[in-house]
């Protein structure tokens, strides 16, 4: 099995989600401001990495965990779908891909957060925000891990694509 969690650009939700999947993050409260920002390539990435999947580890099972940034290109992830399919297929594999979107947890705060530490490289106003969405969602990034990690042993498919609608923030 490989997990891929995927979101705008790759360094928020997703790095979250890889930390709480590899269970290095509590799973019982609030994260700590320390927590977040100690959290492996949480807001460390920059637009230039889009497209880039970086690996995070494996979990208890011995699957690999890895996140990557798409920006605007919904797209991208259905095309790494039918490559992954084509290669599975090619080299005759038994392999279960995992692409796990965490875009529907980003609340308004880390959303501008983003904007200004990643785009705009103004710290001083981006990464409070930012600290400030983390905690209002990472008790929703832990659920969708759960539900992505649950979905993974029951699926049957070779490549799933959850999109997590439910985890609207």
Same mark, same amino acid.
């Given at each position: 099995?490989i ?6 650009g790759?360094?928020?939700t997703?790095?979250?989600a890889?930390a709480?999947? =590899?269970r290095? /993050?509590?799973?019982? @409260?609030e994260?700590?401001? *320390?927590? !977040? ?11 230039t990495?889009a ?15 890895y996140t990557i940034?798409?920006?605007r290109?919904?797209h ?6 039918? =490559?992954?399919? /084509?290669?599975?297929? @090619?080299?005759?594999q038994? *392999?279960? !891909?995992?692409?796990?979107n ?14 200004f530490?990643?785009e705009?490289?103004?710290?001083s ?8 969405g983390a ?8 659920? =969708? ?8 042993e029951t ?11 439910r985890?609207?923030?």
């Amino acid at each position: 099995m490989i997990y891929i969690y995927n979101d705008f650009g790759g360094t928020h939700t997703t790095a979250l989600a890889a930390a709480y999947h =590899l269970r290095r /993050l509590p799973e019982n @409260r609030e994260l700590t401001k *320390e927590e !977040i920002l100690q959290t492996d390539y949480f807001n460390a990435l920059a637009p230039t990495d889009a497209g880039k999947i970086f690996f995070h580890g494996k979990d208890e099972q011995d699957n690999p965990v890895y996140t990557i940034g798409r920006r605007r290109d919904k797209h991208l992830i259905h095309g790494l779908k039918d =490559l992954s399919l /084509l290669l599975l297929d @090619r080299f005759d594999q038994d *392999e279960k !891909i995992i692409f796990s979107n965490t875009s529907p947890t980003v609340p308004f705060a880390m959303t501008m957060g983003g904007f200004f530490s990643r785009e705009l490289n103004i710290d001083s106003i981006g990464v409070p925000l930012l600290v400030k969405g983390a905690k209002q969602c990472c008790l929703d990034i832990l659920k =969708l891990v759960e539900n992505t990690k649950k979905v993974a042993e029951t699926t049957n498919l070779k490549v799933t694509i959850l999109e997590n609608k439910r985890f609207q923030a």
